[in-house]
């Protein structure tokens, strides 16, 4: 493996919005979604208790409730163009992102994402419950990166990481090439390229120039 690439998904792949919010909207509880999220990015809320206030919604569903309304999600342009040009170049694409499990796995499927990561929703009996399973914030975004690399034998300047927020921060400190892709300010000011647009294979021209410098271990 020549090196990796993380991608987040909302305001990545998910242009415009978030794919708690889409899912939220279509499970019915879409104002209060809107509302736990605008107050994580405030800071008034903690990602915890924002992602508790948006599982209660999910109560009584089942995955494949939730796997059906994946199938209208809004996305950007060029993913699976892009993932196939980084397997075509030996680089392991991966969805890091703080989106429910079920997005990341859905994208994974679709997509050919090698994982991802996100927290889980606890289910019972074929039903979410609507508790949280297991919490994951920007830092565990982090170490999930750090895992997959050290289990695929590279070091973190050898992988390359694709966002837009500030929960991409740690990871941008961590990788080898910091993509903001429609970034806001923060991401921007913390990456090495910043691009925009509504194709994902906006960031390929940045990642072969990284990939022809020859990252080393």
């Not at 209660?56 to 342009?77: E, I, K, N």
């Not at 997005?103 to 994982?115: H, I, K, P, T």
């Not at 050898?158 to 500030?166: E, F, H, L, P, Q």
Request: hydrophobic letters at 45%; aromatic letters at 8%; charged letters at 20%.
């Amino acid at each position: 493996m020549r090196g990796a690439v993380f991608f987040d998904v909302d305001g990545t792949l998910v242009p415009g919005g978030s794919s708690g919010q889409h899912l939220a909207d279509r499970l019915g509880h879409g104002a209060v979604c809107r509302e736990a999220e605008a107050g994580y990015d405030s800071g008034a809320l903690t990602n915890q208790e924002a992602s508790v206030i948006d599982a209660r919604g999910w109560a009584g569903w089942t995955p494949a409730d939730v796997r059906g309304f994946l199938g209208s999600l809004p996305l950007v342009d060029g993913i699976a163009e892009t993932v196939a040009w980084c397997r075509e170049r030996d680089l392991l694409p991966v969805v890091t992102t703080l989106a429910w499990d079920a997005v990341g796995s859905y994208l994974c499927d679709r997509f050919g994402f090698a994982e991802s990561c996100g927290p889980r929703l606890e289910i019972v009996g074929g039903r979410y419950t609507g508790e949280v399973a297991e919490h994951i914030d920007e830092f565990g975004k982090r170490d999930f990166a750090r895992r997959v690399a050290a289990r695929v034998g590279l070091t973190m300047n050898r992988c390359a990481a694709v966002g837009d927020s500030r929960s991409d921060l740690p990871l941008f400190a961590d990788a080898g090439l910091a993509v903001a892709f429609n970034g806001q300010p923060a991401a921007r000011a913390a990456a090495h390229v910043s691009v925009a647009g509504g194709d994902l294979r906006a960031v390929l021209p940045a990642l072969s120039a990284w990939q022809g410098r020859g990252p080393t271990a």
